[in-house]
């Protein structure tokens, strides 16, 4: 039997080839390190992990993560058997000791009959075989530039601008109000298409007050390079002139508070509609390098997110994504070219543990049309299948940036209650709908 080709050996690389191999296919793994460094990774073992020692919640009743887990567990997944082996204590979260757990995958693949490791760049994509491009965020550059003369140069971003994501059913809707600028579009949906947030000049001067003191993270050393492309921070923005925002993402033109039609708003905060089941709504233009703590604290001041849940908070990062919702079918091939299929943090997932989880699919996928099959991904009421889903149709296609996990992602469940305080009941009923469906895939196979 021919085998599967992957390149890199990361969180994905790493766990696609373990569950090719043990679905009975041959498998070469292609990674660069050590012989070519990136800016992040230090060492040359496999599932390398370049920053945090965490998997994040480890609780997989009342959390989309801890639910991935578990998924991932029932599926044999290799990154997760061996971060339950080299476990630290860390409360409710998953936290490995990262050098143990990288020598651990990289030897539990050296000892797979099956699986081969050859060192080594791959600088152009294949014309044919089957492979798995699971390249991370730090792709190499001539690999990068190989995939942008296929899919073209907007396809594959080089740096993330992360806009932070708000469970709609948070947002106060006694203060926001619908309404696209100057009511545009054709139909009623397209012309009631954004929420809107208004501000006073004095809550307004409070937020750029608060912008400019709050947190940041910095870029490290080597991320740099290219950035600033027309994706700057909001706080940047801020830094330039108080009036800035009011001029740009935050202007109040064409726009009247359904609420109160003869007060004009200072300035108005936007938010999009960033999923097809319109459970999420991402703040236009609000990429931030803020730290973590100052967003929630900073983007609550905003009237109407005074409650906000965040699915997600901002960000801005080195970070190779393609547009998946326009190039991959839902079994993670590129629809130009069907021989090459896409896994981890490349096709915009966010995260060691989702990256981990779009690899373990993309080889159980893989491994399948070797065998002459087809494997169609899990429903959409898992966490595996919701981030599927997501990113290879239900985001938006123009403004896709990398996501995680996350409730949001999951099909509403009708007769549950909304809101924060529906979440006590709606988190398991999630979780064991999950919990169904997943068993149900697996079995099927
Ligand atoms: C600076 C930084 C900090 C991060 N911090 C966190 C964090 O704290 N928590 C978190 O969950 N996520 C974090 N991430 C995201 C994290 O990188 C991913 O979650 C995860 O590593 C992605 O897994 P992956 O397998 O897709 O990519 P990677 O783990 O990066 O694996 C990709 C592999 O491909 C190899 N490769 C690249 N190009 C080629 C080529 N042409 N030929 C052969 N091999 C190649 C690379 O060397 C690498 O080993 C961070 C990312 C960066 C860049």
């Given at each position: ?124 994509l ?6 798995i491009v699971?390249t991370?965020p730090?792709t190499?550059?001539?690999?990068a530039g190989s995939i942008r003369g296929l899919t073209g140069t907007e396809a594959l971003a080089f740096f993330d601008a992360i806009a ?66 027309g994706c ?40 999009r509609r960033d999923n097809a089941l319109?459970?999420l709504?991402n ?36 970070n190779s994504f393609l547009n998946s919702p326009t190039l991959l079918d839902d079994r993670m091939r590129l629809r130009a070219r069907p021989n090459l299929r896409f896994a981890g943090q490349v096709t915009g997932v966010e ?7 779009m690899?373990?699919l993309a080889?159980?996928m ?11 991904p899990?429903?959409g ?5 919701a981030l599927i889903h997501h990113i290879t149709g239900g985001a938006e296609a123009k403004t896709f940036q990398p996501m ?5 992602l ?36």
């Open positions: 039997m021919d085998p599967v080709h992957i390149i890199g050996a990361g969180l994905a690389g790493s766990e696609a080839a373990w569950q090719i191999a043990r679905a009975g296919v041959p498998v070469v793994l292609h990674e660069m390190r050590p012989q070519v460094e990136t800016f992040a990774h230090k060492t040359g073992d496999c599932a390398e992990m370049v920053c945090s020692n965490s998997f994040r919640s480890d609780d997989d009743e009342m959390n989309a993560v801890g639910q991935l887990h578990w998924e991932m567990r029932a599926a044999g997944g290799l990154i997760m058997s061996m971060a339950d082996r080299h476990r630290l204590p860390a409360g409710g979260a998953l936290a490995v000791d990262r050098d143990a757990f990288s020598a651990a995958v990289t030897e539990a693949l050296r000892a797979e009959p099956l699986v081969k490791i050859v060192p080594g760049e791959i600088r152009d294949p014309d044919s075989g089957n492979w699971a991370g730090l190499s550059d001539a690999l932070p994501i708000v469970h709609a059913e948070t947002i106060d809707m006694s203060v926001a109000w619908e309404q696209s600028r100057y009511d545009k579009g054709e139909t009623e949906a397209e012309q009631r298409a954004y929420i809107n947030c208004p501000m006073t000049k004095p809550e307004y001067e409070a937020f750029i007050d608060a912008l400019l003191a709050a947190d940041k993270t910095e870029f490290r050393e080597g991320e740099t390079a290219g950035y600033f492309d700057l921070p909001i706080e940047v923005m801020a830094e330039r002139g108080r009036e800035t925002l009011r001029h740009g993402p935050m202007k109040p033109v064409g726009l009247t508070n359904a609420h109160n039609p003869t007060e004009k708003a200072y300035a108005v905060v936007q938010l319109g459970t709504y703040i236009v233009g609000f990429q931030t390098k803020m730290k973590y703590g100052a967003q929630t604290e900073v983007f609550r001041m905003i009237p109407g997110l005074q409650n906000a849940s965040f699915a997600r908070l901002g960000g801005i990062h080195r995260g060691y543990v989702e990256s981990a989880a690899g373990l080889g159980r893989a491994a399948a049309e070797a065998k002459g099959a087809d494997l169609a899990p429903s009421n898992t966490a595996m299948g995680n996990v996350n409730f949001g999951f099909p509403p469940l009708d007769e549950m209650r909304g809101g924060r305080k529906g979440r006590k009941d709606r988190y398991p009923a999630y979780t064991n709908r999950a919990k169904d469906d997943f068993r149900a895939w697996l079995a099927a196979q």
